[in-house]
């Protein structure tokens, strides 16, 4: 469970995050989503301690992360951006994070079949084409098996093979009781893949709750329309 | 420190398959080749490899320590989201960046010496030209690094990084001269030990300069440091100033990093 208190983020002169409040529940996927610049970014980077927040804690399975960092061992992160050292390998980086990481768990036969990675693995990143990297991220992600997986708009850029076997995956580590939170512009990804969602806007957390409630409140079938009739609401 | 150790192999793997410290190495290997092939007398050729070192060295240092990190902050980023803390990631790459160019400089500038036998004819000299091109890597990329951590713009923090190496090694001795000509009625000597102190690629000369007679011809203040320090106690003085020069950037640059917001 991820308990986030009173988070606020100021860069510079620049509000992004004004105090969230927000808990995570264990097993379920949460989505947050909410229009650019809305903060779900530098949550998520929050979280993962990337950003040190100007104001608040957080809190992973009832400990304070502040200042530390074994926490992560429970987490796979997969970033907006895959960027990587140019001159190494997937295998290099791997067996490094392998090292790295305490639990000696990891698997990715699978998963390398099923995105064709095996050759790509051996080059360096600087010849691979941003998908694959971005394969390379979902690997680093879910391999390790993490009880808690993060996905910052992880299928921008997957082509659709690759993305709908992504979606598989996510709903196989649903299955597993996996706490997954997974920010998405494309809210039918959002509809078929997450339980909880949490709308942002401008720092601030306009919605939570289930998708399901969401939808009966606003007496839609489709996420994208709930979305917008509760972004209207917040701009009048 | 097993975290430290781990990164460190990666950094300096990653960093020799840039192919600059390669270059960078052939590049010290040639000039000195090129000065025993030209000319036979040690002495001289150790005068002309120190003006460059002090030169050169600063100068690649903190040029390549700025593009290296700017380069390195999407490792930093992926690393920063596995169970790492901050400080060994960064001790890790500051060591994995300065070990390698030190290295490169080491080889490339001893490979001559051995090649010619004349590590012996000097060795007093070729040690301390060593140490001297060894410290003033690891100075100048504790201050790329410091550069970096602070300014995110890559092109400011490289503009700043070359303006910080011309003002230590061509500006600073301008200034120093001015100081002597404006305030030539009064006793400077002490100034002056105090002013070099405060530039690195001065220290650097200066540690040099006092193994062999030759300090008027390489600046006022050179000159001014030989005759108070040329005693086993000024090595150890700039020898300590040169290690703060590197501790002190290093120290503030890891304290921004831990609260740095990737």
Redesign the interface.
């Known amino acids: 469970m991820i308990t986030v208190k009173n988070i606020a983020k100021d860069f510079g002169k620049n509000k992004v995050l004004k105090g969230i409040n927000l808990t995570i529940d264990e097993g379920k996927v949460t989505a947050i989503v909410g229009p650019n610049g809305s903060g779900k970014t530098t949550l998520i980077k929050t979280i993962l301690g990337l950003v040190r927040p100007t104001a608040g804690t957080i809190e992973v399975d009832g400990a304070e992360v502040k200042d530390d960092y074994l926490y992560r061992n429970k987490i796979g992160y997969m970033p907006q951006i895959a960027r990587y050292p140019e001159n190494l390998t997937g295998s290099e980086i791997i067996s490094l994070i392998k090292s790295i990481r305490e639990s000696s768990f990891y698997s990715d036969e699978e998963m390398r079949a099923s995105f064709k990675l095996d050759r790509e693995m051996e080059k360096p990143f600087k010849n691979l084409s941003g998908g694959t990297k971005q394969k390379i991220s979902a690997l680093i992600a879910f391999a390790f098996n993490p009880k808690i997986i993060i996905l910052d708009e992880p299928t921008a850029g997957l082509d659709p093979i690759s993305s709908s076997y992504f979606k598989d995956l996510v709903l196989k580590q649903k299955g597993q009781k996996k706490t997954i939170i997974l920010t998405s512009h494309l809210m039918n990804e959002v509809q078929e893949l997450s339980e909880e969602i949490v709308f942002l806007l401008e720092g601030e957390i306009k919605f939570k709750g289930s998708v399901k409630s969401l939808l009966e409140d606003k007496k839609e079938t489709k996420l994208e329309r709930a979305i917008a009739e509760l972004m209207n609401q917040s701009n009048n | 420190m097993k975290?430290v150790k781990?990164i460190l192999l990666?950094e300096i793997?990653?960093t020799i398959?840039?192919k600059w410290v390669i270059l960078y190495t052939f590049f010290f290997f040639l000039v000195g080749y090129g000065l025993f092939t030209f000319s036979g007398d040690v002495n001289k050729a150790y005068i002309s490899l120190m003006n460059i070192i002090i030169i050169v060295i600063p100068l690649v240092s903190i040029i390549f320590g700025s593009i290296y990190f700017y380069?390195?902050?999407?490792?930093i980023?992926?690393?920063?989201?596995?169970?790492?803390?901050?400080k060994s990631l960064y001790i890790g790459i500051f060591l994995g960046t300065a070990i390698p160019l030190s290295a490169g400089f080491g080889i490339g500038f001893s490979l001559p010496f051995i090649l010619f036998g004349k590590v012996s004819e000097q060795i007093e000299g070729f040690f301390l030209l060593l140490l001297i091109g060894i410290l003033l890597t690891f100075v100048f990329i504790a201050l790329s690094f410091l550069i970096s951590v602070k300014q995110d713009d890559k092109s400011k923090g490289l503009g700043l990084a070359i303006l910080i190496w011309l003002i230590l090694a061509v500006v600073y001795d301008g200034i120093v001269l001015l100081v002597i000509y404006y305030f030539q009625d009064y006793p400077l000597e002490n100034a002056m030990i105090v002013l070099s102190a405060f530039n690195p690629i001065d220290l650097g000369r200066i540690l040099f300069l006092m193994k062999f007679d030759i300090a008027a011809l390489m600046g006022y203040t050179g000159a001014v440091f030989q005759r108070f320090f040329g005693s086993p106690l000024g090595v150890i003085v700039s020898i300590i100033c040169l290690l703060a020069w590197i501790v002190i950037p290093f120290f503030l640059s890891h304290r921004f990093f831990k609260?740095?917001?990737?």
Do not use: T
Request: aromatic share 12%.
């Open positions: 975290l781990k990666y793997h990653n398959r840039s380069n390195s902050r999407e490792f980023e992926m690393m920063l989201s596995q169970p790492i803390d901050r609260k740095k917001d990737f």
